[in-house]
């Protein structure tokens, strides 16, 4: 998000990102009421959103209204190496002492 808050915002929570909502709805000078209107959602929906609490269909619905981006960066590393068993062959193998 372009605004005094900066870019590289780190969001490690729902609330975070909830916060940065109710900045951007602010920084617009948008209403609870006002938004949720604009977006047809009941203001507790859009009041949910910014306490973190919202479903990730309505979370992109106010980001795109807001003009709120989001990158995802992955940090990439070996891949882990998964054991697939043949249940059959597991079952077939004897036990020695």
Same mark, same amino acid.
């Given at each position: 998000?372009? $605004?005094?808050? #900066?870019? !590289?915002?780190?969001?490690?929570?729902?609330?975070? @990102? !909830?916060?940065i @909502?109710?900045a951007?709805?602010?920084?617009?000078?948008?209403t609870?009421?006002?938004?949720a209107q604009?977006?047809?959602?009941?203001q $507790?929906?859009?009041?949910?959103?910014?306490?973190?609490? #919202?479903?990730?269909?309505?979370?992109?619905?106010?980001?795109?209204?807001?003009?709120?981006?989001? $990158?995802?960066?992955?940090a990439? !590393? &070996?891949? &882990?190496?998964?054991?697939?068993?043949?249940?059959?062959?597991? $079952?077939s193998?004897?036990?020695t002492?």
């Amino acid at each position: 998000m372009q $605004s005094e808050y #900066g870019q !590289g915002l780190r969001i490690d929570s729902p609330l975070d @990102l !909830g916060l940065i @909502l109710r900045a951007a709805r602010q920084e617009r000078r948008l209403t609870i009421a006002g938004l949720a209107q604009t977006l047809g959602l009941a203001q $507790s929906t859009v009041t949910n959103v910014e306490e973190g609490k #919202g479903g990730l269909g309505t979370l992109l619905l106010v980001m795109r209204e807001l003009g709120v981006h989001m $990158s995802v960066d992955v940090a990439l !590393g &070996p891949v &882990p190496q998964l054991a697939v068993i043949d249940a059959h062959a597991a $079952s077939s193998v004897e036990e020695t002492d």
